[in-house]
């Protein structure tokens, strides 16, 4: 059974810095991506930042591209998001993405099999 746990959620003024962390369990990041995905209220799921395992490719949404950093710890099977000059358009639940499912755009949230419960991260003006 696979399991994805964030961490590191939390309120934030606006220039400021969150780092999330996802942890595994169940789920070998080998041979595929993980990532993160956000979804404010009354908006749909939108696609964060994601990165192949050993960290040769990497995403980033238009969005947050220049402010975000993908990371990850491959051995210990996870993933960060370095968040900086955070905006409160930034405000939402995010969401730890994991296995492609190799169909559709990263983009697209139907594409990753599994997905953590979220941490919301809030940024105030």
């Known amino acids: 059974q696979v399991e994805l746990v964030e961490s590191g959620g939390g309120s934030a003024q606006a220039g400021g810095s969150l780092k999330l962390s996802c942890a595994a369990s169940?789920?070998?990041?080998?041979?595929?991506?993980m990532g993160w995905f956000r979804q404010a209220p009354g908006k749909e799921r939108e696609a964060v930042a994601a990165?192949?395992?050993?960290?040769?490719?990497?995403f980033y949404s238009d969005s947050v591209k220049g402010r975000f950093t993908i990371s990850q710890d491959n051995r210990n099977n996870m993933v960060f998001l370095q968040m900086d000059s955070l905006k409160p358009e930034d405000t939402a639940m995010y969401y730890c993405v994991a296995e492609r499912r190799w169909k559709d755009d990263w983009t697209d949230a139907v594409e990753f099999k599994y997905w953590g419960k979220g941490t919301q991260v809030t940024v105030s003006p």
């Open positions: 169940g789920f070998t990041y080998s041979k595929n991506y």
């Open positions: 990165q192949y395992a050993g960290g040769t490719i990497s």
